[in-house]
């Protein structure tokens, strides 16, 4: 039995607005569904996530879900001219994009199989690159009255905004365009169902009123709440902006400590929305978290789950092997374990001195490592009096005044690491 795809998004919390009769729609026949992806950068961040996992749980539901690569608005750049992330790209620079989206939308969804719902990867600019302006007026523009534009949410707000400057020729007919979209890919593909986050709406819906109107045919239409925090930050950012599916851009490390960090409300909404956990098995996770809220279990496997699925399980074991390290009673041995990036990424922020790799291969005693070479002590002889007192640390091993440092040291071949105390860490750095 396939599971029913609206009763899913139900108890997900997933499902923000339907049209009537699309789960009859559903039921009756396999179907073919949509959503859209902007292709200005070569890589998703975890707000694209939630139409991801729509499209994932529309395929596991027997369904066949199309992925469509905005090229042809990728060209066009921001209608509203007020972002500077989506920037005019070429061809070619959206071509790579195009093949970078796909490879981490593989991680959801099967495209390579030859079953009947294999997902499908397309991008609108192949069919709009030739479709000249009259045409498009002439064509499409004719159906679509700019009464029923106007009566949009989207294009209402804009216009009666106090901040707004206006609302330009090619903003407004966005919806044109990716109602034609629709109109496309119903025709060509079968398409009926055009999914998306709650403020596509009145998008989508000029979609379906141009299945309607040129193709004689019905459109569905879903789409998915936007998601956002307890605490009212904005879900998706954090201190160095988006967080990325890439792991040159935003570290599998990092990646996990965002989704561990969830406040248990938060993670309590996620782990419905980015898991494939079925619902029993999130009752229990949810219950074991109530007995110990302090264990953090919840956002352990959500942190677990959603890494495992984006990078490997490898990334995951690895970033929460890094999660724990600082505490860790083999850290010596731990901590070489980790590759360069993941090492800076768990200690970004303490403060780091370059030294000549000279030094530490002809053997540095510790009185020069901690202040003479460094300055990360005042004096030679506040070094001296710490060493004393037994508060030095290297590699978190306790050392004396008279230990020097060697290669053996080095972690990744390039870093030591130095503490006096419990709380100030600091970073020799081999060059």
């Known amino acids: 039995m396939k599971k029913n795809f609206v009763e899913e998004l139900k108890w997900r919390g997933m499902l ?12 009756a026949a396999m179907r073919s569904a949509y959503i859209g992806f ?41 209608p509203s001219g007020k972002s500077n992330e989506r920037n005019l790209l070429d061809e070619k620079t959206l ?9 981490q939308l593989s991680h959801f969804l099967d495209f390579e199989s030859d079953a009947d719902n294999a997902a499908v990867l397309v991008n609108n600019y192949d069919w709009m690159k030739s479709f000249s302006f009259l045409d498009f007026i002439r064509d499409v523009g004719k159906h679509i009255t700019v009464n029923y534009m106007m009566a949009k949410d989207s294009v209402k707000n804009r216009i009666s905004s106090e901040s707004t400057d206006g609302m330009s020729f090619t903003e407004f007919t966005y919806q044109l365009v990716q109602g034609y979209d629709f109109l496309h890919l119903y025709k060509s ?16 819906t000029t979609g379906t009123e141009l299945i309607r109107r040129i193709g004689n045919g019905k459109g569905f239409a879903i789409t998915c709440p936007l998601i956002t925090k307890s605490d009212g930050s904005k879900f998706g950012k954090s201190e160095g902006g988006n967080v990325w599916l890439d792991p040159e851009r935003t570290s599998p490390y990092k990646f996990y400590q965002y989704w ?16 494939f956990l079925s619902e029993s098995e999130i009752d229990a996770v949810i219950s074991e978290h109530e ?19 984006v990078h490997s399980q490898e990334d995951f074991e690895n970033a929460e092997r890094a999660s724990t390290i600082l505490f ?10 980790l590759n360069e990036k993941t090492f800076l990424d768990v200690f970004e922020g303490v403060p780091q001195a370059e030294l000549p790799m000279a030094d530490i291969v002809s053997g540095l005693d510790m009185i020069a490592a901690l202040a003479a070479k460094t300055n990360f002590l005042n004096s030679n002889g506040e070094a001296r009096r710490a060493l004393k007192e037994n508060s030095v640390s290297v590699n978190k091993e306790k050392v004396k005044e008279d230990y020097m440092l060697t290669v053996e040291d080095l972690i990744n071949d390039r870093y030591i690491i130095l503490n006096k105390g419990k709380k100030n860490t600091y970073i020799i750095k081999a060059v």
């Open 16 to 27: 923000h607005d339907s049209m009537p009769g699309v789960e009859e729609h559903l039921n």
């Open 38 to 78: 902007d292709p200005t950068a070569d890589s998703l961040h975890i707000g694209n996530l939630v139409p991801i996992m729509l499209l994932a749980h529309y395929q596991r539901c027997g369904h066949k879900p199309f992925a469509l690569v905005g090229g042809a608005t990728g060209m066009i750049g921001d």
């Open 95 to 103: 071509r790579h994009n195009q093949e970078s989206i796909k490879k």
């Open 189 to 204: 593909n079968e398409c009926t169902i055009q999914m998306g986050g709650s403020d596509q709406w009145g998008n989508i």
């Open 260 to 275: 561990l960090n969830s406040s248990d409300e938060d993670a309590e909404k996620y782990i419905k929305i980015f898991t």
């Open 291 to 309: 007995e110990a809220p302090h264990l953090r279990v919840l956002q352990r496997r959500l942190a677990e789950e959603i890494t495992a699925m």
């Open 328 to 337: 860790s009673r083999s850290f010596k041995q731990d901590i070489k374990t």
